[in-house]
């Protein structure tokens, strides 16, 4: 009887410990599958607006397949060169480093005010772009046009990161163009990979973020801003970054840069 007992308590020991084991793994399984649909959903939303950010006034700049919503800047129509879509990017075609040499740069059709700009980009090696924003096209160019700027660069490689009229730095990726330095510890990813900018700008306090971290804030009518104005390379532009509104300008600098996920919306007016 004690045999028999014995036996009987070890089968059920092992009964259970093989019925645990395999609703671990159940659930080890259900959670890669889970994982798995996460990230096909991801994928699936590029180029998209979710619900979330339809209700929230979000406008899709770029579908992935058409550039409706830009033309080139003193133009009616968007580039014929320089500029190309593949694979659901917007690419900045390579022509050796020539600023607005090739396609040239190309703006939003509607102007902005108070606003809330997000892009995903990826640089090649040495390469050179921008954001613009509170774009002008008053002043006529050969180069590109006027606007304050979040700059798009590899700072590893281009020679553009260590110059700067308000000190070194200031021509760094995600900074303000020559006038407010992004911090070194600032979140890039490497060459080669996606990094996301944000741009918020609110009566007159404006915000740039880099894959989710606030990297640097301004108020572009104090006389802090003014001052770095004049003593950058803007100077001589009458009324430069103080216009009310202007339009958002993707940077031909002649580098190959990768473009996706463009939205924006407009802020509602205090």
Same mark, same amino acid.
């Given at each position: 009887?004690?045999?028999?007992?014995?036996?009987?308590?070890?089968?059920?020991?092992?009964?259970?410990?093989?019925?645990?084991?395999?609703?671990?793994?159940?659930?080890?399984?259900?959670?890669?599958?889970?994982?798995?649909?996460?990230?096909?959903?991801?994928?699936?939303q590029?180029n998209?607006?979710?619900? +979330?950010?339809?209700?929230?006034?979000?406008k899709?700049?770029? +579908?992935?397949?058409?550039?409706?919503?830009?033309?080139?800047?003193?133009?009616?129509?968007?580039?014929?060169?320089?500029?190309?879509?593949?694979?659901?990017?917007?690419?900045?075609?390579?022509?050796s480093?020539?600023?607005?040499?090739?396609?040239?740069?190309?703006?939003?059709?509607?102007?902005?005010?108070?606003?809330?700009?997000?892009? +995903?980009f990826?640089?090649?090696?040495?390469?050179?772009?921008?954001?613009?924003?509170?774009?002008?096209?008053?002043?006529?160019?050969?180069?590109?046009?006027?606007?304050?700027?979040?700059?798009?660069?590899?700072?590893?490689?281009?020679?553009?990161?260590?110059?700067?009229? $308000?000190?070194?730095?200031?021509?760094?990726?995600?900074?303000?163009?020559?006038?407010?330095?992004?911090?070194?510890?600032?979140?890039?990813?490497?060459?080669?990979?996606?990094?996301?900018?944000?741009?918020?700008?609110?009566?007159?306090?404006?915000e740039?973020?880099?894959?989710?971290?606030?990297?640097?804030?301004?108020?572009?009518?104090?006389?802090?801003?003014?001052?770095?104005? $004049?003593?950058?390379?803007?100077?001589?532009?009458?009324?430069?970054?103080v216009?009310?509104?202007?339009?958002?300008?993707?940077?031909?600098?002649?580098?190959?840069?990768?473009?996706?996920?463009?939205?924006?919306?407009?802020?509602?007016?205090?």
């Amino acid at each position: 009887m004690k045999i028999l007992n014995y036996f009987t308590l070890a089968f059920a020991a092992t009964f259970l410990f093989s019925c645990g084991n395999s609703g671990q793994q159940s659930a080890e399984t259900e959670t890669t599958e889970t994982e798995a649909v996460n990230t096909a959903s991801t994928e699936a939303q590029e180029n998209t607006l979710s619900s +979330d950010e339809q209700q929230n006034g979000w406008k899709l700049l770029f +579908d992935g397949n058409s550039v409706d919503h830009w033309r080139g800047v003193h133009k009616e129509n968007f580039p014929e060169k320089g500029w190309y879509v593949e694979d659901g990017m917007l690419v900045v075609e390579e022509a050796s480093g020539a600023e607005s040499g090739n396609g040239g740069d190309i703006v939003t059709l509607d102007e902005y005010t108070d606003f809330e700009f997000v892009v +995903d980009f990826k640089l090649t090696e040495g390469a050179n772009s921008g954001i613009k924003y509170y774009v002008t096209e008053q002043y006529s160019s050969d180069k590109s046009a006027i606007g304050l700027e979040y700059q798009v660069l590899d700072d590893d490689v281009h020679p553009d990161a260590k110059k700067g009229n $308000n000190g070194p730095g200031t021509r760094t990726v995600s900074s303000l163009y020559d006038l407010i330095a992004a911090p070194q510890s600032k979140p890039i990813n490497p060459v080669g990979e996606w990094n996301h900018a944000r741009i918020v700008s609110k009566d007159g306090q404006v915000e740039h973020w880099l894959n989710g971290e606030k990297v640097l804030e301004y108020d572009r009518f104090s006389e802090e801003f003014k001052e770095k104005i $004049n003593n950058s390379k803007y100077k001589d532009w009458d009324g430069f970054g103080v216009w009310e509104s202007g339009h958002i300008l993707l940077q031909d600098h002649g580098n190959q840069v990768f473009y996706k996920n463009i939205k924006v919306r407009e802020l509602p007016a205090s």
